[in-house]
Nanobody, 118 residues
């Protein structure tokens, strides 16, 4: 099992910044990708960013390119999402995600609320 605990959300003014963190524990062997998704009530969860664990390749949603940056600290088993130039449309619950093994089993954090006031 993989446990993910995400944190760092909050209320920020438009144009502001936040940094989300996701600490992973448990059986981390075999994790191939990690990333962040977000969901607004009544809408489908959408990918924000995905990062390949070996190699570090990233894929960002067009809506966040140039504003959000994902990074990993392997020694701390922590994934970060630096969010700059936040917009009201970035308001959502953000979920950390990890994908493990050839069967691509998904694990999720509990979610952290990000609210951007206009």
């Amino acid at each position: 099992q993989v446990q993910l605990v995400d944190s760092g959300g909050g209320l920020v003014q438009s144009g502001g910044s936040l940094r989300l963190s996701c600490v992973s524990s448990g059986i981390a062997v075999g994790i191939t990708r990690m990333g962040w998704d977000r969901q607004v009530p009544g809408k489908q969860r959408e990918l924000v960013v995905s990062i390949v664990v070996i190699g570090g390749g990233t894929m960002y949603a067009d809506s966040v390119k140039g504003r959000f940056t994902v990074s990993r600290d392997g020694a701390k088993n922590t994934l970060y999402l630096q969010m700059n130039s936040l917009k009201p449309e970035d308001t959502a619950v953000y979920y950390c995600n990890a994908v493990r093994g050839p069967a691509s089993i998904n694990y999720w954090g509990q979610g952290t609320q990000v609210t951007v006031a206009s």
